[in-house]
């Protein structure tokens, strides 16, 4: 532990406010990609300063939109609420509060409320509005419901390929794993339907206006049937699936947002960090930040880890459980979180140099907790071998934290089944 005193002292800055945040923003501001981690899906501190760098990096540096780790539809209506579209709900917790499938509060929080009041705000009378896009594979569904609401209006005629696709899903009861196990063992896939469908909706995007969120459904659509298949083969597969989902739907979005566009994303640190510094890598996966770097150019993306050492936090103790206070109990001996608990301030911020000293090379154990969590695996799970600077370009660090604020505790979808391997 001693020998990493010296070394966190130089590098950690006191973060107080988010005017402490300068050297981090000057070193995002030029990126086309900034990733912002956590290391829980129900922390109060991940989701109030990662609002807070992106508030400064849309100020600031002109970023485009705010893509996260959530569905299209879901998060395309808060999209709409934040660019005050015709209809749409003038206060965007309205939006937020439709996020209806477990795990809510992933999302439908005070926290995120407060960053999308402020977007919502700042958006007023701009010709650039900031967007507000989700990522994930999950709505498979609900997307192609929605292709179904586009064409019955804009395009008559594609509708029947649209039903083709529905019509090969619903034997399954909107029961993800059903599907999964049904094209494992007998010959149920609905693979050619969603590719022609694809097919259509990617021709429409190139020819027609306002055509890229029924395209974008399709994708997810192509992509949850895909991950859904995988799944049941068990393995990195089906990771693999939904993070290079993840991957081109970003960079789908910065193509739709233009050549000078840039991306803010929010997603758990193990999607954000580097796989290739932890053993994420060696169990075969890939990581959005890592196929971001490789994408952009590791000059043009900067990932951002977030930790704590102890606290509270929103999670279930097992799939679909309904969601639950708990706490996290002190960080494992010889974690880095152990580490900075011992030698960094209670809040701080490191910016990682070229060179880094032993504290950013060496490999250390970095807690990750999933929506599912069970702190009494502390002593044996819950933890990520983890070279830090090779998997960041910085990190926030939060001693003590508490649980994020969620908007309402229903849990009212449990069909999802469990995102391999731990629920992040």
Known sequence: MARYGDEVAALATP??????????????????????????????????????????????????????????????????SVRGMPGEPADPREALLAYDRWPTWMWANEEVTDFCRWLRARNEGSDRPVGFHGLDV????????????????????????????????????????????????????CENEVVDLLVRLRERAAVAAGEFAAWQNAEVVAGAEHYYRAMVHGGPRSWNVRDRHM???????????????????????????DARATDQSRHGENTLGELARDRYGRDRV??????????SVIAGDSWGAPMQEMGVP???PDSLEDVLHATAPSRAMVVFPGDGPALLTDELAHRAIGV????????????????????????????ESRAVRP??????????????????
């Open 15 to 80: 973060l107080r406010d988010p005017g402490d945040l300068g050297e981090l923003v000057e070193r995002a501001g030029p990126a086309r990609v900034v990733l912002l981690g956590e290391a829980s899906h129900g922390t109060h501190e991940f989701y109030t300063w990662r609002a807070a760098l992106t508030r400064r990096l849309i100020e600031e540096h002109g970023f485009s939109f705010v893509a996260v780790e959530g569905d299209w539809p879901d998060c395309a209506r808060v999209d709409r």
């Open 138 to 189: 999950y709505s498979l569904w609900e997307s192609l419901r929605e292709i179904l609401v586009h064409l019955r209006e804009h395009d008559p005629d594609q509708v029947p390929a649209a039903l083709a696709a529905y019509r090969c899903f619903e034997p399954f009861a909107e029961d993800p794993q059903s599907y999964a196990w049904a094209t494992r063992f007998v010959s149920a896939s």
């Open 247 to 273: 991957d081109q739907t970003l960079d789908r979005l910065l193509t739709h947002y233009g050549p000078d566009s840039k991306a803010v994303v929010w997603a758990h640190n193990t999607h954000v960090g």
């Open 302 to 311: 900067v990932l951002v880890g977030f930790g704590t050492h102890r606290g």
């Open 330 to 332: 002190p960080a494992r």
């Open 372 to 399: 599912v969590y069970r702190p009494e695996r502390e002593r044996w799970g819950n933890y990520v071998p983890t070279v830090l600077g090779e998997r960041y370009d910085a990190f926030l660090w939060f001693d």
């Open 407 to 424: 908007m309402h505790p229903a849990t009212i979808d449990t069909h999802e089944p469990e995102t391999f391997p731990s629920g992040v």
